[in-house]
């Protein structure tokens, strides 16, 4: 320091050592200029905190310990207030004694003598850096927090825990709502949820706004959708206030269309398979019943057992939807045939045979290649057989026929008492799909012939479009 100031020429030793007193014992760096800028006093702070002294920082020597990538800038701005008589403030860093910069908050005050006329400057300098780096660390946490929030995949906003309305949404919920975030911004969370899901929606979100709760999460559909039915999961979050009551929910919406899709088409499918699996049993019963008695009840009945599991393997490989024709006559013709054999020709358009129908039309395929291998055109090694199918009419009422052809197979004649064979191709076939039958025992091999309307086989009106390509 540079010892006791006389401020107004009057002031006596014990006034002076309490200026002393208290200029030296104050939180901040002072200091003392006269009416041109110069620098002719600081407090105590100022030199433990520099290291300095007052020569070294009178005048315009407190530029030294400014940092080169400020200095410029201060020096202007302060020069500019000296000339004007305005207060000055300005933030920047100061080395410390250690060589460390740290920040400070710089105000500068003009004192007047009674004319007005400015005889002196006072100024102080408050450390900030702690608050600095506080500020810092929010901007970064808020940067942080907003880069999340807004490029999130998953749907994010906060909601007023008073009203429950939204006060900010980002691009990836109004995506998933199908909405614009103004459009949000001016409704409730429960706005945007199918009043089915509300009310469970509504319990717990009281809960959460009377601090009962602190988390919640909840499946629900959406209503505010340009899909016909979507729904997420949503999870909310208490933000507490400083007493630690919730004020703000923050809530995450994640798109979990697609898994309840899947959910719902596996509980049809599970029903589908349930039905398929009783069917399946009583063809079963029906072949052991039709069966027994014979011969080789054994061998028979678990070919016949065999030719079903392969029908099933084709419904199956298709989802449950049904077989494709030419995949289910392959089925059961492979049983007798190598898979590349050209002994079997199959032509026709493309028809998707339903579930229902296919357990039955194979049964009756198989029955006619077991015929054709013991007794017909599979019986020698020149025979071949000719399958091929086609789709005739009006649209709302076409007619599917189905044709079966041996050629060049032994001499065969019609035979004196009916087999299984001829209850399924004949009987069951014709009364499954009110169907005209006709069995030809001809010396130039047998021929087997369905017709039936379109919608018996397929399970559904209208010819199948997807391909009119030969199999």
Known sequence: MSGPINLSGAVTRPHADMFATLADNISQLAWMADSSGSIFWYN?????YTGTTLEQMQ????????????????VERIRNSFESGEPWEDTFPLRSVNGDFRWFLSRAMPIRDAGGEIIRWFGTNTDITEQQLIEERLRESEATFRAMFNTSSLGKAQVDVGSFRFTRVNDALCRMLGARSTELLAVTLPEVFHPASRAPLEAG????ASGEIAAFDLEARLAASDRERAWAQITLNTIPDEQGMPYRLAAVLVDVTERKLAEQRNLVLMREVNHRAKNLLAVVQGIARQTVGSEDFEAQFLERVGALAAAHDVIVDNEWQGATLDGLIRSQTGLFTTPHSRRVALSGPHVLVSADASQMLAMAIY????????????????????????????????????????????LIAKPERTGFGSVVTRKLVASMFDAAIEAEFRPAGFAWTLECPLAKVTGRTGTEKDSETPA
């Open 44 to 48: 105590k702070r100022w030199f433990d």
């Open 59 to 74: 005048g315009w020597g407190w530029t030294k310990v400014h940092h080169p990538d400020h200095v410029e800038r201060v």
């Open 205 to 208: 979100l009281a809960r959460l």
């Open 367 to 410: 029955e006619l290649a077991t015929n054709a291998v013991k007794y017909g055109a599979l019986s020698n090694d020149t025979g071949q057989v000719e399958i091929a199918w086609s789709v005739s009419g009006a649209k709302d009422s076409q007619t599917f026929t189905l044709r079966w052809r041996e050629i060049d197979g032994p």
